[in-house]
């Protein structure tokens, strides 16, 4: 089971089983949203996220996407794609134990910011996995 939540603790979920696409994204939008140089997120098949406490604030991001925050201490939690239904991002790092699931691949790294060196020997995507 993987449980996290928000840094102040009002907002509370647990993911279930199933997680994939685990990667660190490098996107300006994600950097602007978190205020760092790339965010890790992973996926879970939306059946599978239950929200324990609290309730996250969402708001549109982009023509598809959704992101969710927690409204007091202002956490990102999650993202949602309109073209995976099926689907829902959460934050790697707002998780209890984020080292269960380190990231797996880089995306859209096109956008990368300048000094960030990435050493770490995972796939790179210009784009998003979908768009090589």
């Not at 939306?46 to 324990?52: C, S």
């Not at 956008?111 to 979908?130: E, F, H, K, T």
Request: proline content about 6%; aromatic content about 10%.
């Amino acid at each position: 089971m993987l449980s996290g939540g928000c840094l102040c603790g009002d907002v509370r979920y647990e993911a279930g089983t199933g997680a994939f696409h685990e990667s660190a994204c490098h996107c300006s939008m994600c950097r602007r949203a978190s205020g760092a140089p790339f965010v890790a997120w992973f996926s879970v098949p939306r059946a599978n996220l239950r929200w324990l406490q609290g309730q996250a604030q969402s708001y549109a991001s982009s023509v598809h996407g959704k992101r969710s925050f927690c409204p007091r201490c202002g956490t990102q939690l999650t993202f949602e794609d309109k073209r995976y239904p099926d689907e829902v991002d959460l934050t790697t790092c707002s998780l209890d134990e984020p080292e269960r699931l380190p990231p797996q691949s880089h995306i859209h790294t096109a956008s990368q910011v300048a000094w960030v060196r990435l050493a770490d020997g995972l796939p790179r995507y210009q784009a998003s996995r979908d768009a090589g």
